[in-house]
């Protein structure tokens, strides 16, 4: 299990009970040096720090009082320069092809937020369905866009796609997977 915490004074946000794919995202894109959203807050990497613990499941009866953090570093073991290590080893969303594009960086559960805070342009829901020549494969990539779109705001349009095809793809057409 993995817990995080982003800080930046006077905020502190912390996440518990990770599993690796659901950090991996976040890690990944934090690497490139990209703004993620979290909780209600946009964390730049140069002005917030970021912690990573490897420990065991934390139940929610610790967590209250705010007791969580201090049983995580009691516990686990700080990862965080691993795991940014090897996320920046790996290749980027230029020179990596098309089906090993970056998942979408918010955690679970921030969807919605994201969804609210930041839609698509209006009309863009047209231009991609007339680009994509209509069909039920283009309403699946649409819906797959839409849905990256509202998590990952700050990717390029072309890394948006891409995760939306990859998405198509290895979910049998189900974008909300």
Same mark, same amino acid.
């Given at each position: @299990?993995?817990?995080?915490?982003?800080?930046?004074?006077?905020?502190?946000?912390?996440?518990?009970?990770?599993?690796?794919?659901?950090?991996?995202?976040?890690?990944? =894109?934090?690497?490139?040096?990209?703004?993620? $959203?979290?909780?209600?807050? %946009?964390?730049?990497?140069?002005?917030? %720090?970021?912690?990573?613990?490897?420990? !065991?499941?934390?139940?929610?009866?610790?967590?209250? @009082?705010?007791?969580?953090?201090?049983?995580?570093?009691?516990?686990?073991?700080?990862?965080?320069?691993?795991?940014?290590?090897?996320?920046?080893?790996?290749?980027? !969303?230029?020179?990596?092809?098309?089906?090993?594009? /970056?998942?979408?960086? =918010?955690? !679970?559960?921030?969807?919605? *937020? =994201?969804?609210?805070? @930041?839609?698509?342009?209006?009309?863009?829901?047209?231009?991609?369905?007339?680009?994509?020549?209509?069909?039920?494969?283009?309403?699946?990539? $649409?819906?797959?866009?839409?849905?990256?779109?509202?998590?990952?705001?700050?990717?390029? /349009?072309?890394?948006?796609?891409?995760?939306?095809?990859? *998405?198509?793809?290895?979910?049998?057409?189900?974008?909300?997977?």
């Amino acid at each position: @299990m993995f817990h995080l915490q982003l800080r930046q004074f006077p905020h502190n946000h912390c996440q518990f009970n990770l599993s690796e794919e659901e950090l991996a995202p976040i890690v990944e =894109v934090w690497a490139r040096d990209r703004w993620v $959203l979290l909780g209600e807050r %946009k964390w730049s990497p140069h002005q917030a %720090k970021l912690t990573i613990i490897d420990g !065991p499941r934390i139940e929610l009866a610790a967590l209250s @009082m705010g007791r969580g953090w201090r049983q995580v570093e009691r516990d686990g073991r700080d990862v965080t320069e691993r795991l940014l290590e090897h996320a920046r080893a790996g290749p980027t !969303p230029s020179d990596a092809p098309p089906s090993a594009a /970056p998942p979408a960086a =918010v955690a !679970p559960g921030t969807a919605r *937020q =994201v969804s609210e805070a @930041m839609a698509a342009p209006a009309g863009a829901d047209e231009d991609v369905h007339a680009l994509l020549g209509g069909g039920g494969d283009a309403e699946s990539l $649409l819906q797959a866009w839409r849905t990256v779109t509202a998590r990952a705001p700050q990717l390029s /349009p072309s890394e948006r796609l891409a995760l939306a095809e990859l *998405q198509v793809r290895t979910a049998g057409a189900d974008p909300s997977a």
